[in-house]
């Protein structure tokens, strides 16, 4: 059973400061990862998506990848209430399946 | 990113019921569709791999007999939830992606009551 793991939250971070997001997952074949932003009663959007090794910028969101580790982080800086929502980590599985594995996601709370 | 419609975006039906939400993939051909299922509180499932032109694949625990999917055209899918019941409610999502590449966009989801 392929896996993602994701700490539920809330995590409560105050206005302006970095928000860290955590996923790990069991396929060590996986090669592209994802985060998605998903606001309540709504559908997920596509935040940031990372293939390689490191870190990717994307304005106030930086996504790190450990592949030796398989562990994937997101981190939100200057973190305003509008970022207040669940964050979901996507793994996409290894096999040519293109089909992708979800976590619980983590819901963030940015209080002012 | 890529526009993905679904329609519609909610519908109350009575259990027994049959019910057919669309997924169109607006500004480029999807040759792949996927179906999700996201109860409160939980991540989403996938349900079933819908590729154009072919049959879908469907997960494991999901029954294909209740849950038709047609992928008729690039850019068009369906879900049917065929004679449905209340355990069925839930919120059901779509996503498409690019021909060879793995990021999916998501369309905006159906909230599905059945009384």
């Known amino acids: 059973q392929k896996e993602v793991e994701q700490n539920s939250g809330p995590l409560s971070v105050p206005e302006g400061a970095i928000a860290s997001l955590n996923c790990t997952y069991s396929d060590r074949g996986s090669q592209s990862f994802f985060w998605y932003r998903q606001y309540s009663g709504k559908s997920p959007e596509l935040i940031m998506s990372?293939?390689?090794?490191g870190d990717k910028e994307d304005g106030r969101f930086t996504a790190q990848l450990n592949k030796a580790s398989q562990y994937v982080s997101l981190l939100i800086r200057d973190s305003q209430p509008s970022d207040s929502a669940t964050y979901l980590c996507?793994?996409?599985?290894?096999?040519?399946?293109?089909?992708?594995?979800f976590g619980a996601g983590t819901r963030l709370a940015v209080h002012p | 990113g890529a526009v993905v419609s679904q329609h519609p975006s909610r519908v109350i039906c009575k259990s027994g019921t049959s019910v057919k939400i669309e997924c169109r993939s607006l500004d480029f051909q999807a040759t792949t569709m996927f179906w999700y299922r996201q109860f409160p509180k939980q991540s989403l499932m996938l349900m079933a791999t819908s590729n154009e032109g072919s049959k879908a694949t469907y997960e494991q625990g999901v029954e294909k007999d209740k849950f038709l999917i047609n992928h008729a055209s690039l850019t068009l899918s369906t879900l049917t939830v065929t004679s449905a019941h209340p355990e069925d409610s839930s919120f059901y999502i779509c996503?498409?992606?690019?021909?060879?590449?793995?990021?999916?966009?998501f369309g905006p989801g159906t909230r599905l009551t059945v009384t």
């Open positions: 990372i293939y390689s090794n």
């Open positions: 996503s498409a992606s690019f021909p060879g590449i793995n990021e999916q966009y």
């Open positions: 996507a793994v996409c599985l290894s096999g040519g399946y293109n089909k992708l594995i």
